[in-house]
């Protein structure tokens, strides 16, 4: 039972990695980056109730990024409802 479970999460990372890996792999080849362990102070946002959305970040060095499209984050939803 117990080589099963080992098994079965290793299997399930390898999947994870492989579909992280693909999807970044995909943004980057379509012209955008992506940006790892940035420590970032705020998301810059535009608009109010349903039209609020994300356009941009700053990071905790005090660099500024914003998007022509799409800002994807994955903050935890508490730091994102501070916004």
Known sequence: MQTQLLQWQLTCRHSCLRLCTGCADGIEEHGSSI?????????????????????????????????QVDIVHNALLAYCLQV
């Not at 109730?49 to 060095?61: I, N, R, S, W, Y």
């Open 35 to 67: 940006m790892y362990k940035a420590n970032v102070r705020k998301i810059l946002t535009e608009g109010e109730g349903d039209k609020l959305k994300a356009v941009g970040v700053q990071l905790a060095d005090g660099r500024t990024y914003r998007g």
